[in-house]
């Protein structure tokens, strides 16, 4: 019955409040205008290219791409007008790190369109920066800084992924030859 009482007193603040608090930076503004555009770019580009030119995996790849930097940009305001307004602090947090996994996924997988041949270079230099910043934190004890954490793992989490599904995917397939 507290939760309940304490819920309908959240509901008779001011909307004017929720307005002033959730306006966006300039920086994130143009930021967001950027990410956003370039996001749509590649999506079309990927969308419309022909399949034959480049290999149905670097269109495929490139669609992608623009995908997730549309999600991010999506997730992005929805954290400004919306998530960060939650009354949980662990689900506020939880979508922190989901919303800048993305976005790390979306970096990863630019990087990899940028430069297709370094895929194990950025594979090896996220995983050494995901171990130093941990080191990091845990020398300088900043593990209390929650935020700062999960900026961190999440991004270099998220640009580790797709380079090991690029590499996983172009592995040689290992003929075994046998007896039978």
């Known amino acids: 019955m507290k939760n ?6 959240c509901l008779q ?4 409040i929720l307005y002033t608090a959730a306006r966006l930076p300039n920086f994130s ?11 749509l770019r590649l999506l079309i580009v990927g969308l419309t290219e022909r ?3 480049r290999g149905r995996e670097h269109w495929w790849f490139t669609s992608l791409t ?10 992005n305001l929805f954290w400004h007008f919306y998530v960060r307004f939650f009354q949980s602090r662990a689900m506020a947090i939880s979508y922190y790190f989901a ?6 996924v979306a970096l990863g997988m630019l990087l990899y369109l940028g430069f297709p041949q370094v895929a194990k270079v950025l594979l090896t230099a996220a995983a050494v ?8 934190v845990i020398v ?5 800084a929650t935020i700062f954490l999960c900026l961190g793992n999440s991004l270099l989490i998220g640009v580790l992924i797709p380079s090991a599904a690029v590499l996983w995917l172009r592995r040689p397939k290992n003929k075994q030859i046998g007896n039978g």
Do not use: C, D, E, T
């Open 4 to 9: 309940l009482l304490s819920w309908f007193q």
């Open 13 to 16: 603040r001011p909307a004017s």
């Open 29 to 39: 503004k143009v930021m967001l205008s950027i990410i956003g555009l370039a996001s």
């Open 51 to 53: 399949k034959g030119v």
């Open 66 to 75: 623009g995908l997730f930097g549309l999600l991010y940009v999506g997730l």
């Open 99 to 104: 919303w800048h996994l993305v976005g790390g």
């Open 129 to 136: 920066l995901f171990l130093a910043f941990n080191v990091f």
């Open 140 to 144: 300088r004890h900043l593990a209390s």
